[in-house]
């Protein structure tokens, strides 16, 4: 059995440090810290926040007819089909290309998302919001964090990493970007959640999706050589 070399192993992760540091920082430790902040919170106040409570109904002293039937549909486009729907263009791309990395990445991402995601809902254990006669039935009773911000946002900066270095990332983020944010509205404005679930699956989102992203070698600070490979 050959010896481990742990002089250039530290040298390597030393290296690695010095170059995903400030992602590691930033992207995982900085939002997973706020995040458990939250969930304590959270934890403390599991029928809602005064002050998220009085956002919802203000949003829901505001609602009309054409966005309750604009509301129902958008949401659905942020849950588990709706996604799964607008990955298979991407999946059958990846494969066109022969971008074996890539699509792993995006699968192992896109899937894991969704364990965490009901782990998670089913540790919290908070119930949605029950402040009006609802219009809209979720499918998963539990609330924090939510699925629909945490399924969105990954698929933000999933799509954010692929098209980084190419013609298409500006568009790709402006319109996955509005995307996040109207589907996050849908949310608030149909009642099923509150704004803290919303805040609490857009931390998970980027702590796990960086996190799986440096995993997979795909760091946003790589040179863009080294993401056409």
Request: no cysteine.
């Amino acid at each position: 059995m050959s010896n481990v070399d742990f002089s250039e192993l530290g040298k390597k992760s030393y290296s690695w440090l010095g170059i995903h540091g400030k992602t590691v920082i930033i992207g995982m430790i900085l939002p997973l810290v706020i995040f458990s902040i939250l969930a304590w919170q959270v934890n403390q106040a599991r029928e809602g926040f005064s002050w998220e409570i009085a956002i919802l109904l203000e949003i829901h002293n505001n609602a009309q007819p054409l966005l309750d039937k604009i509301a129902r549909p958008l949401t659905n486009l942020g849950g588990f089909p709706g996604v799964m729907g607008l990955s298979i263009p991407i999946v059958l791309w990846l494969v066109y290309q022969k971008q074996w990395q890539k699509l792993a990445y995006f699968s192992v991402t896109i899937l894991g998302n969704e364990i965490l995601s009901f782990s998670t809902k089913i540790l919290f254990h908070r119930i949605r919001p029950d402040l009006w006669e609802a219009a809209y039935i979720p499918a998963q009773k539990f609330a924090f964090p939510s699925g629909h911000a945490m399924r969105t946002l990954t698929f933000f900066i999933i799509l954010f990493i692929l098209t980084k270095g190419s013609g298409w990332n500006i568009i790709v983020s402006l319109v996955s970007g509005l995307f996040v944010l109207v589907i996050a509205w849908t949310r608030l404005y149909l009642g099923v959640h509150f704004p803290s679930d919303i805040l609490g699956g857009w931390l998970m989102a980027i702590t796990w999706t960086i996190g799986i992203t440096l995993i997979f070698n795909l760091s946003p600070v790589q040179k863009e050589d080294e993401l056409t490979k």
